[in-house]
Nanobody, 124 residues
Framework: QVQLVESGGGLVQSGGSLRLSCTAS????????MGWFRQAPGKERELVAA????????DYADSVKGRFTISRDNAKNTVYLQMGSLKPDDTAVYYC?????????????????WGQGTQVTVSS
């Protein structure tokens, strides 16, 4: 069983930056594809970014391309989401997720493990 704990959320002004971290325990971190999802009030949970097990390949939602960067450190069992040029539309609860597969999926139901979420609020 994998446990995921996110940190790094908070309140930031439009145009600012934040870095989210997610540390895993209880499993072999390098065997999991990792992803960051977000969910705003009244909206569905959406995949923001994902990274393959080795970190060699990444994918992003169109809305964050060029502004967000996902990375991972398998030695530290940690995945990061560096967020820049933040906009009020980025306001949401951000969740870290793990999937024991060689590929990612945009369907949240296909991800096995979830963190508790961290709030990101961008003020205008």
């Amino acid at each position: 069983q994998v446990q995921l704990v996110e940190s790094g959320g908070g309140l930031v002004q439009s145009g600012g930056s934040l870095r989210l971290s997610c540390t895993a325990s209880g499993g072999t971190f390098s065997s999991y594809v990792m992803g960051w999802f977000r969910q705003a009030p009244g909206k569905e949970r959406e995949l923001v970014a994902a990274i393959r097990r080795s970190g060699g390949s990444t994918d992003y939602a169109d809305s964050v391309k060029g502004r967000f960067t996902i990375s991972r450190d398998n030695a530290k069992n940690t995945v990061y989401l560096q967020m820049g040029s933040l906009k009020p539309d980025d306001t949401a609860v951000y969740y870290c997720a793990a999937r024991q597969s060689s590929s990612w999926s945009r369907q949240s139901s296909s991800w096995s493990y979830w963190g508790q979420g961290t709030q990101v609020t961008v003020s205008s």
